[in-house]
């Protein structure tokens, strides 16, 4: 009896264990499918190789409006800022202590003359009695009266140079712009006394067109020539025929199209690159005002050489490690594997050219980059490189990311995908 009693418990013990372990089991959660990440081929162009580098502005002319006689300050007729042209009147200093130098000269001129006239005459006359009557006057006469008229020549030269003089002080008077261009403010106000060829009363700066300088490294320089030499750029005859970009800082991109104007001879030792200049328009708007300006920031783009078939991929795709590149590239066995590569030049798209490390077959991850790490299994999803012209979600769908779900869900609930 008691030993049936012992095996009845044993049995249900068993039964009670057996069923917790079978409702363990099935209480178990499924393994996690892959994470689903966007990919993408490269996608391929060709694209010239371009340089970026930062410049100045400048101005083609710049004038320092110097008073060139001393007086004081009468009119001021310009605007603070306004545009002028070439002879347009500044500023005027008081002009009449010059008229009255110009009167004299012109009393003096007159004086001369009539000296010169006297003197003339006197020569001519003693010349002619001379010749009738020789030995009326004495040889030394003679040379007096010939002297008297070269010295009233000479008094008339002086007075006439000291007429012109004065005429250029009364002229000078009148301050005028010897360029087109935008002027500064006034550096002095009416009435002020201002010395000949020292005082600054403003500035003026031609606008149209405008000068960009930049600093091209020498390693660049010498790149462009073996190009040159081996063929592959050609030379042209002139500078004019270089397309030269250029972009300001509210600019996307580079929108402004410029030309090569000038590069220097000599290579600065102190920081190896070569000075270069490009030349881009100005003009004013109707109603508007010019664009740029002397001294701004710019961003410059230089093409070198002819375009060449490149592969690009969407720059957000792009990782960095101790100042290397790198994609994650997921191969035939559905595993992200990163990938070092050499990139190159940005384009306006967002894409980005890959010049080592990518073939045109690879598939690029360019989604859900926080998700993926080295040798991870995903479940690709091809789509078409996104770039920063479409960034419509609906036809941009690699710019999402996706989560992959926790566990596994029923087999019911699992949608049919086209693989």
Known sequence: MR??????????????????????????????????????????????????????????????VRARVTGYLVKMPFKEGSEVKAGDLLFEIDPRPYQAQLDAAKAQVALGEANYKLAKAENVRSQSIARRDPGAISPEDLERYAAQEAQGAANLGVAKANLEAAQLNLDYTKVTSSIDGITSRFYYTLGNLVNQDQTLLTTVVSFDPMWVYFDMEERVVTRIREMINRGEIKVPADRTDIPVFMGLEADTGYPRKGT????????????????????????????????????????????????????????????????????????????ARERRVTTGPLLDDGLRVITKGLAADDRVVVGALQQVHQNMEVDPQLVAMPSLKSPDEDTAPAMRKPQPPTTAPPESAKPTTAK
Do not use: H, W
């Not at 095996?7 to 372990?21: H, K, N, P, Y």
């Not at 969407?314 to 590239?329: H, R």
């Open 3 to 64: 030993a049936t009693f012992l095996i009845a418990i044993c049995s249900l013990v068993f039964v009670a264990f057996v069923s917790t372990g079978c409702n363990r089991k099935a209480n178990q959660p499924g393994q996690a499918s892959p994470p689903v990440v966007p990919v993408s081929k490269p996608v391929q162009r060709d694209v010239a190789d371009e340089m970026d580098y930062t410049g100045r502005t400048d101005a083609i002319q710049s004038l320092d």
């Open 260 to 335: 090569l104007n000038f590069v220097n001879n000599t290579v600065n030792p102190s920081t190896g690159t070569l000075s270069v200049r490009a030349v881009f328009p100005n003009p004013l708007p109707p109603g508007g005002r010019r664009l740029l300006t002397p001294g701004m920031f710019v961003r410059i783009r230089l093409p070198i050489g002819p375009p060449q078939p490149s592969l690009l991929v969407i720059d957000s795709a792009l990782g960095s490690t101790q100042g290397e590149k790198f994609l994650y590239v997921v191969g035939a066995d559905k595993k």
